[in-house]
């Protein structure tokens, strides 16, 4: 048996036909088509695209609910920076389960965050969005989603 793989993958690095498939399944779910013939056409995709990508490709907040997200952050050794990023992570609602940030190194330090996903949190994708805008930030990205 095959075993499942799953890739978190930024938006500017997905295909086209992808971000397409995405866009036809909101048309559907929102009613603003009804048919999956609308839907493609309204996209510009064919209907054996959408079929084939369909079931494998979603919004990354679709499913997130209940569940645990652990990412990664490069960040300033600045004082009052971390409490920054706990604070935008408690804005969205999202209860901290683990931390562990490095010694700063020619001062930048690493930050590992644990964060449970729970049904009155916020869009998750943004809350990310939201942490990387911060000064002080160098990126963020997504290690595991259980």
Known sequence: MEETKYYVVRKKALPEVLLNVVEAKRLLESGKVVTINDATEAVGISRSSFYKYKDDIFPFHDNVKGKTITF????????????VVLQKIAEY????????????INGVASLTLSVDVRPDSGDISEMLEDVERLDGIHYVKILARE
């Open 72 to 83: 990664v952050l490069q960040m300033d050794d600045v004082p009052g920076l971390l409490s």
């Open 93 to 104: 609602k999202a209860n901290l389960l683990t931390i562990h940030q490095t010694i700063p």
